[in-house]
């Protein structure tokens, strides 16, 4: 009898715990796929009597998911760069066009810029646990390329390949991109001149700086990026322009940016020619562009986009603020993520 009440409770136990769903190990809301998109532009656009400067593609994007990493793929020294934008709806309909005006990626200049990464540089796999979220209906991710024209005859046949990782849950912490650029013009015959950028910065609450990436074309000396926190300069990183774009991970830092904090960065320029250099997108122009990581709650995923914040060569506006920033703004060197960076993947420079 004693034997008989003992397998009762057991059988009782095991049947109570077969019907709790929750606790099952392949319940829906506990799965979690991981695949990869692969995205590819023949080297071909770039080459030829019908040739392009920059070509642009369109691949249909799923919503509600979240991308882990970029990855280019293959060889590499055909292209300048390639950046990974989304749209509503592209800019055309056919498989390639040419996207050298930024307005001519998508329909009513409508764009969203992900990541964008230059020849060299290894590719990026965000924090453990983070994603860039790619919105909540089903859009498209737009290949954009800077290829080569001096492309070989045996490579023409190839392609300029981007691969993503992605996952279909949500990730503890989105990630979202600010962006800080510079227009106007650097004039002829200068050493050190420099070009300043700053915003405030609006969100309401504080948030983790996870990366971030700096680039100019060939006239770059230094790049340079603070959190400006009541009157304190807190260096986010600096380095040499000319070596490939990457994103530093600095994660490890757990810095902060808080509301009410200013976000200013330097772009320090040579220009040893007779004319003066203007901004733009060809390799004859100039770009500044400082690039920053953040993560962000998942309740304000779905309203964030990348920020954008602009300034102009010529100085508008934020002359009081940059005349305390730090003295090595304009230098490069020094124990830096990008110095890590180039001994850990032997990164060499690109002009």
Request: aromatic content about 12%; overall charge neutral.
């Amino acid at each position: 009898m004693f034997t008989c009440r003992i397998l009762l409770v057991l059988f009782v136990c095991v049947s109570a715990v077969l019907t709790l769903p929750s606790i099952r190990p392949d319940h829906q809301h506990n799965v979690s796929e991981v695949y990869y998109k692969h995205m590819k532009l023949p080297l071909s656009t770039f080459v030829g009597e019908k040739k392009i400067e920059y070509g642009c593609s369109a691949f249909a994007l799923k919503e509600n998911e979240f991308i882990m990493e970029y990855l280019p793929v293959g060889e590499r020294n055909d292209l300048y760069h390639i950046t990974v934008s989304v749209c509503d709806t592209p800019y055309s309909d056919s498989p390639i066009w040419e996207c050298i005006d930024p307005s001519h990626v998508c329909k009513d200049s409508k764009r969203e810029f992900l990541y964008s990464w230059t020849n060299g540089a290894p590719g990026w796999t965000l924090p453990e646990n983070t994603g860039i979220y790619t919105g909540g209906r089903p859009r498209y991710f737009i290949l954009q390329v800077h290829g080569r024209d001096d492309i070989s005859e045996e490579r023409v046949k190839d392609f300029a390949h981007m691969r993503l990782k992605i996952r279909t849950s949500r990730p503890r912490l989105a990630a979202a991109v600010s962006m800080y650029a510079v227009d106007g013009y650097i004039p002829p015959h200068v050493d050190n001149f420099m070009a300043d950028t700053a915003c405030e910065w609006n969100s309401t609450t504080p948030a983790p700086i996870l990366a971030y990436g700096i680039h100019t074309h060939t006239r770059g000396v230094a790049l340079s990026g603070y959190i400006v926190r009541n009157g304190e300069w807190i260096e986010i990183g600096r380095g040499d322009p000319l070596y490939p774009l990457t994103m530093f991970d600095i994660t490890g830092r757990n810095m902060l940016l808080q509301p009410g904090d200013i976000v200013a960065t330097r772009c320090t320029y040579r220009n040893n020619g007779d004319t003066r250099v203007e901004m733009g997108f060809t390799h004859l122009k100039e770009m500044c562009n400082y690039f920053v990581y953040y993560g962000i709650t998942p309740d304000k995923i779905a309203a964030t986009k990348a920020k954008v914040c602009s300034g102009n060569a010529q100085g508008r506006g934020w002359e009081e603020l940059f005349d305390k920033i730090p003295a090595d703004a304009s230098d490069p060197g020094g124990d830096t993520e990008q110095s890590r960076y180039v001994r850990k993947y032997h990164l060499t420079r690109n002009y």
